[in-house]
């Protein structure tokens, strides 16, 4: 069964300090995504992770691809409450790598 | 170079009314996916497919929802007979195959 696990579900976190995302895989894939989602709101793409040992950075936040252990992470620094929302990564499973399978989603809360 | 426009944003139907959400991929995308998104959930893959075809289905319930991307036009996701439980939101994306996949904006049923 193709399968994409989040941990944790729910973080709340103190502004300024640091956490991390974990997303795990069940499969070989070789790209995966990190989504932002406010509430009511659509996806908004944050990463697109391509090969192995890939690690992109955009502000506060930084995800990385081990295509060999299928885990990715998406890390947060110093938090500010602006980051409060639902982080979703998906992952291109499926014969040919053409299906794409989010995992359940972190929803991110950042106390002031 | 416009994105995945889904309409309506918003779509109300009454119980046993059917209802059609439309997805026109970015311009020249073949491949068309589609997602449903309950409240507080994750998104959950539906079906897949690419200009006249329906490759992957197995996310789609078996009753009721039907999905085409013609040769000319949107995408279309259809249900027939809404019920309460159908309320959600839809998301679609496309991708050329082996492409980065960009999402719509999401259509939010509301069956009353």
């Known amino acids: 069964e193709l399968k994409v696990e989040q941990n944790p579900l729910f973080l709340s976190m103190q502004e300024g300090k640091n956490y991390t995302i974990y997303c795990n895989y069940s499969?070989?894939?070789?790209?995966l995504y990190w989504y932002r989602q406010d509430p009511g709101k659509s996806l908004e793409s944050l990463f697109v992770?391509?090969?192995?040992?890939a690690v992109k950075q955009e502000g506060r936040l930084m995800a990385s691809l081990d295509t060999k252990a299928r885990l990715s992470t998406l890390h947060i620094t110093a938090a500010v409450h602006d980051l409060s929302a639902t982080y979703f990564c998906?992952?291109?499973?499926?014969?040919?790598?053409?299906?794409?399978?989010f995992g359940k989603g972190t929803r991110l809360h950042i106390l002031p | 170079n416009a994105g995945v426009m889904q309409n309506p944003r918003h779509l109300v139907r009454r119980r046993g009314q059917e209802a059609r959400l439309r997805c026109s991929p970015v311009?020249?995308?073949?491949?068309v996916y589609w997602y449903r998104q309950l409240p507080e959930e994750g998104l959950k893959f539906m079906v897949y497919?690419?200009?006249?075809?329906?490759?992957?289905e197995s996310g789609m319930p078996k009753e009721r929802f039907s999905a085409e991307f013609p040769k000319e036009g949107p995408s279309i996701l259809r249900i027939q007979q809404v019920v309460r439980g159908d309320s959600a939101a839809y998301f679609c994306?496309?991708?050329?195959?082996?492409?980065?996949?960009?999402f719509g904006q999401g259509t939010r049923l509301t069956v009353v």
């Open positions: 994306a496309s991708r050329d195959r082996g492409a980065e996949a960009f």
């Open positions: 992770l391509l090969s192995n040992g």
């Open positions: 497919l690419q200009k006249e075809n329906i490759i992957d």
């Open positions: 311009k020249g995308h073949s491949h």
């Open positions: 998906a992952v291109d499973m499926g014969l040919g790598g053409d299906k794409i399978i």
């Open positions: 499969t070989t894939s070789d790209r």
